[in-house]
């Protein structure tokens, strides 16, 4: 195949483009994704057609500041924005230490990094570190580099997981008692069914099945968009509705103006952020329930209710949406509780078939 042909860009769809192309031996090949038409077709002019004429690839010597709008741009054909945001916040860090220094000479800095490291706050370390190990990952697989040296210094541990707070039912009905009428349901329900802030922002009429006492969650608010969810397992899912979730959606003054549930003031979606800042921590002030006390906890005390009432934790994990590994990992002491009282139900268990068998007979 001679090295002078062209590689053909091709669309995937929004801001998506593949690349396809002849390798040396004559095989069609493709890569995908790019952001870009002519960022695809500059990828097989600086990379693959070099390969082809048997060079290395040509690269500048960028900068990391340079390189992380490159990698950005790249990797947010595939995530959310509000992914994004997150991993360009935690670069700040990271540029602020080695912004103006070239890849070339950062992948000799394993030293450096080690010590950078150890002057991170103890709770975030592990978030900065895994966002320039991943930057950094990008530029070695992209040619910039020939080493990650974010992997030099070893293991990034995670932090131990911060402790999760349950409230009692006298707790979540004071809290309600200091909500405006609008929102007084909303504790109780989100403590009965253990939905994300995200989750029941986006909730409406039309997921609620009183026939079958279910609930189902299909979409979500994410930086103020609603999302509908992949219909997987941990997303998509059905939560079933306790007599007391039942009572909070009863008592609820549905509006005409808006399917939603828990509407804002205008009828379109809250914005959590206003709300935790407006209405939520004046509640908790005024219950004198004591902080910290965030609007997750309530999430937090259906799963510990769940887990205290003997559910398994893998119905627990399905219903939540979340895994059994999380859940271990901050509810570990309620989890050694509730085996506690497993020879007992299975006593039970035994005496009950005892029972019936002598009923046979």
């Known amino acids: 195949m001679p090295a002078t042909q062209r590689g053909q860009a091709y669309r995937l769809g929004p801001h998506k483009w593949g690349l396809r192309y002849y390798d040396a031996k004559g095989n069609r090949r493709r890569k995908s994704p790019f952001p870009s038409k ?71 800095m394993a030293e450096e990094i080690a010590n950078w490291r150890t002057k991170l706050p103890e709770r975030s370390c592990f978030a900065y570190t895994a966002a320039l190990r991943q930057v950094l990952r990008a530029a070695q697989r992209w040619g910039y580099i020939g080493s990650n040296p974010v992997l030099s210094p070893g293991r990034n541990p995670q932090p131990s997981p911060r402790g999760v707070r349950a409230f009692s039912r006298e707790e979540v009905e004071t809290i309600a008692a200091e909500l405006a009428p609008a929102y007084t349901a909303l504790p109780v329900f989100a403590a009965s069914t253990g939905l994300r802030p995200e989750e029941w922002a986006a909730l409406e009429r039309r997921d609620i099945d009183r026939r079958t ?54 009828g379109g979606h809250i914005n959590l952020d206003n709300f935790r800042r407006r209405v939520w921590a004046p509640a908790i002030e005024a219950s004198g329930v004591g902080r910290p006390a965030r609007i997750y906890d309530l999430r937090a005390t259906f799963i510990s209710d769940a887990l205290a009432a003997g559910v398994p934790i893998f119905t627990v994990a399905k219903i939540a949406g979340t895994s059994v590994r999380m859940i271990e990992l901050h509810y570990g002491a309620l989890l050694d509780g509730a085996t506690a009282d497993i020879a007992g139900r299975l006593n039970a268990l035994d005496a009950a078939r005892d029972r019936a068998a002598a009923q046979g007979d």
Request: charged share 30%; proline share 8%; glycine share 4%.
């Open 213 to 266: 006492g279910v609930l189902s969650v299909r979409r979500t608010v994410s930086d103020g968009e609603v999302v509908e969810l992949g219909k997987t397992a941990r997303s998509r899912r059905q939560v079933p509705l306790s007599s007391r979730a039942i009572a909070a959606l009863d008592s609820i003054m549905l509006r005409l103006d808006t399917p939603l549930i828990f509407p804002a003031p205008e």
């Open 38 to 108: 002519s960022t695809a077709l500059a990828h097989f002019r600086d990379v693959i057609e070099p390969q082809l004429r048997g060079e290395p690839a040509a690269r500048p010597d960028l900068t990391l500041s340079e390189f992380v709008p490159i990698f950005l741009e790249r990797h947010e054909v595939n995530v959310r924005p509000k992914t994004i945001v997150a991993l360009r916040e935690r670069m700040r860090r990271a540029e602020q230490a080695f912004g103006t220094v070239p890849l070339s000479e950062l992948e000799c």
